[in-house]
């Protein structure tokens, strides 16, 4: 194992469960998380960054005219932290394309649904109201297209006859809660990249998602 871990900052936006995995795979792992940010602050997110002695902080979005100048906020932050990689989970806000150029190919994003089907919100319901027989969770580079960067892995979970959304999502979120780790520490390592709009594995292109 290196001895300093490859650093991560982690932006959140409520209950924090995916953050919970990936500060539980991070004392195995070979990255740390120098820093969570939130955008609002009674997110219990960051009462789980406290109790694992990471440093918080929250940029409310709602004190700032514009999504520009709450992302310039954001970057400003960023940049004095400089972690070598972003992670958003359950960050409930739409980047804009500055922060998102400023950071090419370091943004990861969990989103739960197969992409590219079902962008965007209410995803286990729609997967429902369409009669999907599977669902499931996509983890993805960050690019200026809403939940369209390239997709670098997914797992998927079967839709059962009588599932409401809770009882999907449920489902879904047991598989984000091992996925997002394991992408993390291929990042970490090395062995993952967004080159040429595409994701890249251990030199090899990784396929379209829904190949």
């Known amino acids: 194992m290196p001895e300093t871990k490859y650093s ?3 932006l959140i936006s409520g209950n924090g469960s995916n953050l919970q995995a990936l500060i539980d795979a991070s004392h195995l792992g070979n990255y740390t998380i120098g820093l969570v940010i939130s955008n609002k602050s009674d997110a ?3 009462e789980r960054a406290r109790r694992a002695n990471i440093a918080t902080q929250v940029i409310d979005h709602r004190e700032y005219a514009n999504r520009e100048d709450f992302d310039a906020a ?9 972690p070598q990689l972003i992670v958003l989970a359950g960050f409930m806000r739409i980047l804009s394309s500055a922060f998102v150029q400023h950071y090419q190919g370091l943004i990861l994003n969990i ?8 962008p ?11 009669g999907e027989t599977e669902h499931g969770v996509s983890v993805h580079f960050v690019t200026e297209e ?6 670098i892995a997914q797992e998927r979970v079967p839709v059962l006859p009588q599932d409401t959304a809770r009882e999907l999502a449920a489902r879904v979120a047991a598989q984000e809660h091992v996925l997002y ?3 993390v520490t291929w990042f970490a390592a090395g062995r993952l990249v967004m080159r040429d709009q595409r ?5 090899r292109l990784l396929p379209p998602s829904g190949a």
């Open 8 to 10: 991560i900052a982690v």
């Open 199 to 203: 994701a890249w594995l251990d030199d």
């Open 74 to 82: 954001l970057m400003a932050v960023l940049d004095a932290e400089r």
């Open 120 to 130: 965007g919100t209410n995803t286990h319901q729609r997967a429902i109201d369409a």
């Open 146 to 151: 809403l939940d369209g960067g390239p997709v």
């Open 181 to 183: 780790p394991r992408v």
């Open 111 to 118: 989103h739960p649904s197969l992409l590219p089907k079902y």
């Open 44 to 46: 219990y997110g960051l």
